[in-house]
């Protein structure tokens, strides 16, 4: 359980858009590079750097698990303002399930989160859901993680 992913081919943006794990990522152009955007939010989320699951956060979280890990990891690199309060709780609630699941996979989404420009206030919102704890549960303070990424130099 946990990864149920289901591939299955549609000619329907609507239909399509319902398994995708955020709205801006259900956005789709047709050939002519007109935009279609089936949940009606996708480019203004992607435009005002919200993060929103597609629908309700808990059935998109029981469809794979590690979407825990990517809501953060989005936040990381394109959130802007406060994280979206329903997509938090649903990831505070099923925390639990993604701790000892698929470690390649979430230490590629933890390394994708480390590469943002600014990395600390997704990390923030992992320890205040105590997501963080959930998967590395030796972590205890991100003080020392605060110090080292805010000394780092990209210049």
């Given at each position: ?20 794990d955020f709205r801006f990522n259900a ?34 979280i029981r469809e794979d698990y590690l ?89």
């Amino acid at each position: 359980a946990g990864r149920r992913a289901v591939v299955a081919f549609t000619q329907d943006w609507n239909q399509d858009a319902e398994r995708r794990d955020f709205r801006f990522n259900a956005l789709y152009a047709d050939p002519e590079g007109r935009i279609y955007d089936p949940t009606g939010e996708g480019i203004r989320d992607a435009h005002e750097g919200r993060v929103v699951f597609v629908g309700d956060p808990m059935t998109r979280i029981r469809e794979d698990y590690l979407r825990i890990l990517r809501f953060f990891r989005f936040q990381a690199w394109y959130g802007r303002g406060e994280a979206d309060q329903k997509a938090l709780a649903a990831c505070k609630a099923l925390k639990g399930m993604v701790s000892g699941r698929a470690a390649e996979r979430t230490q590629k989404e933890l390394m994708k989160m480390l590469a943002a420009d600014d990395p600390r206030p997704a990390f923030r919102l992992m320890a205040a859901t105590s997501v963080l704890s959930s998967i590395l549960p030796s972590v205890k303070s991100l003080a020392r993680f605060e110090a080292l990424v805010g000394l780092r130099d990209d210049s």
